[in-house]
């Protein structure tokens, strides 16, 4: 059974070890070609292997002595990214987060899907792209409301990202949201300034090669692909996984 598993994670800072914990949940794909959701979840502790901040535990609330004989990422790490069978990809709602620490040698070289990038491709009219606000805007099928707390904890959180990504799925094809998940983010609209809340296609051509320079790659990517949409020589940049804008 092919199965896509999505992974959430809580750290205690930014170094290459600092995750304090994994979530996960399965998105199967069935006989009858559709995408569901199984019964294949869960999470574990991971000691960091250094004080967690306080900034870092008003967010998900886990303490150093919730971790303290808790095992190591590296000795977490591949049971859940690489070892469950039938798994073809992994899944992150801003997946270039837990690519971070879910490095190709841990997952064994699996491909990558962003749920961030895939619902500013298909749900492009909502105008917020959050996890927990495509939670309360879509208010997927399915989705039990008390599995799914409390939010900033990795196994809530990867289970309903599991919920966009099986629609996202049946929506579009798996080679379409990994296309996808390996370019930068389209923005439906404008994210900041004096055009902030436009969509690209009612900016002018100075505007739109203005953006050009903007160091965000995924406002890059976006005015460089409206660009080529009214055949201006500007074409869409390479594949930039790191995603800095918030919607």
């Not at 869960?42 to 303490?63: D, F």
Request: include cysteine; proline fraction near 7%; glycine fraction near 8%.
């Amino acid at each position: 059974m092919s199965r896509v598993r999505v992974i959430d994670l809580e750290t205690a800072g930014n170094g290459a070890n600092d995750v304090c914990e994994i979530g996960w949940q399965d998105v199967v794909l069935g006989d009858d070609g559709r995408w569901t959701i199984n019964e294949e979840l869960g999470a574990y502790l991971v000691n960091p292997g250094r004080p967690i901040s306080p900034e870092t535990m008003a967010i998900h609330h886990i303490r150093d002595e919730d971790v303290a004989r808790a095992p190591y990422w590296k000795e977490v790490a591949p049971g859940v990214l690489r070892q469950a069978e039938g798994v073809i990809a992994l899944a992150a709602h801003r997946a270039a987060f837990e690519q971070r620490y879910c490095t190709p040698r841990l997952t064994g070289g699996l491909p990558w899907i962003c749920t961030w990038k895939c619902a500013l491709r298909v749900w492009p009219e909502l105008p917020r792209f959050s996890n927990q606000m495509l939670r309360y805007q879509r208010m997927p099928e399915g989705l039990v409301h008390e599995i799914g707390l409390p939010a900033h904890r990795a196994m809530p959180d990867a289970y309903v990202t599991a919920h966009h990504l099986r629609d996202l799925l049946n929506a579009a094809s798996l080679e379409r949201c990994l296309a996808w998940s390996a370019e930068p983010g389209l923005l439906p609209r404008v994210p900041a300034g004096p055009d902030r809340g436009k969509s690209w296609d009612r900016l002018g051509l100075e505007a739109l090669k203005e953006f050009l320079r903007d160091r965000d790659a995924d406002v890059r990517f976006t005015a460089q692909t409206e660009l080529a949409r009214r055949g201006d020589r500007h074409r869409p940049e390479t594949a930039e996984p790191q995603q800095r804008t918030l919607l």
